[in-house]
């Protein structure tokens, strides 16, 4: 039986386009409103391409400066390399809106009796920062970082970290991400799995698949309760 809901944060609890379009709607930014749905997809694709080639070559940094590093190849690649629209943009991610669904869903799980938790790529700084801007600290009975390992996600020391902290079995845990391929490593480490897939994207070609898949987190209550 599941008794513990671990969620991804960024793109699975906290929406990573966020940024990007606030900043677009601001007075004056018409030339960045005309492309932020492409830099940031890119800003996006380059900070999860730099996690799994550091990942990879052991060469470790913190998320806070892969975050930094895939808006400079953005900013450049769109042709928008402006040091105040980067402050600006960077000031707004540690800052980044939470999904609609979120609060609801969480208190959901919490009053139903589930531990919650998230587990992240992120730096504790960031998370702490992320998690207090949504108003969901008191929600979370942990918050857990790649940092405590010092390799990013898709090592399967960072899932250790769930049964470590909270001393349960693998079975017990449910894990929710918005990444296919982060939903795929935590059932090959041997979490039960929810794959959020918002974008209707096609399933990784990886072996095995996630146990559900749901549209957005609404659903995650009813899947902990089946498991």
Same mark, same amino acid.
């Given at each position: 039986?599941?008794?513990?809901? @671990? !969620?991804? #944060?960024?793109?699975?609890?906290?929406?990573?386009?966020?940024? #990007?379009?606030?900043?677009?709607?601001?007075?004056?930014?018409?030339?960045?409103?005309?492309?932020? $749905? %492409? =830099?940031?997809?890119?800003?996006?694709?380059?900070?999860? $391409?730099?996690?799994?080639?550091?990942?990879?070559?052991?060469?470790?940094?913190? !998320?806070?400066?892969?975050?930094?590093?895939?808006?400079?190849?953005?900013?450049?690649?769109?042709?928008?390399?402006?040091?105040?629209?980067?402050?600006?943009?960077?000031?707004?991610?540690?800052? =980044? %809106?939470?999904?609609?669904?979120?609060?609801?869903?969480? *208190?959901?799980?919490?009053?139903?009796? !589930?531990?919650?938790?998230?587990?992240? *790529? #992120?730096?504790? %700084?960031?998370?702490?920062?992320?998690?207090?801007?949504?108003?969901? #600290?008191?929600?979370?009975?942990? %918050?857990?970082?790649?940092? $405590? @390992?010092?390799? !990013?996600?898709?090592?399967?020391?960072?899932?250790?970290?769930?049964?470590?902290?909270?001393?349960?079995?693998?079975?017990? &845990?449910?894990?929710?991400?918005? *990444?296919?391929?982060?939903?795929?490593?935590?059932?090959?480490?041997?979490?039960?799995?929810?794959? &959020? *897939?918002?974008?209707?994207?096609? @399933?990784?070609?990886?072996?095995?698949?996630?146990?559900?898949? =749901?549209?957005?987190?609404?659903?995650?209550?009813?899947?902990?309760?089946?498991?």
């Amino acid at each position: 039986m599941v008794g513990i809901c @671990v !969620f991804d #944060a960024y793109g699975t609890l906290f929406d990573v386009t966020s940024a #990007a379009r606030a900043v677009a709607a601001e007075p004056g930014r018409e030339a960045f409103a005309s492309q932020w $749905q %492409a =830099l940031s997809q890119t800003w996006r694709d380059k900070q999860l $391409q730099y996690t799994w080639l550091r990942a990879a070559s052991g060469i470790h940094t913190d !998320f806070w400066s892969v975050t930094c590093d895939g808006l400079d190849y953005a900013l450049e690649a769109h042709g928008l390399a402006e040091p105040e629209l980067r402050a600006r943009l960077l000031a707004l991610y540690r800052a =980044l %809106a939470a999904y609609s669904e979120v609060a609801e869903m969480l *208190n959901t799980l919490r009053t139903e009796g !589930f531990k919650t938790a998230v587990l992240s *790529n #992120a730096s504790p %700084a960031m998370l702490e920062a992320a998690i207090a801007s949504a108003g969901i #600290a008191d929600l979370l009975d942990a %918050a857990l970082s790649a940092e $405590q @390992v010092g390799v !990013f996600k898709p090592a399967f020391a960072n899932y250790a970290l769930v049964p470590a902290c909270f001393g349960c079995a693998r079975r017990e &845990v449910l894990f929710v991400s918005s *990444n296919g391929w982060d939903a795929w490593a935590a059932g090959a480490y041997g979490f039960r799995t929810a794959w &959020v *897939n918002r974008r209707g994207e096609p @399933v990784e070609r990886l072996p095995g698949r996630p146990e559900h898949i =749901l549209d957005d987190l609404r659903g995650i209550p009813d899947v902990a309760r089946a498991l």
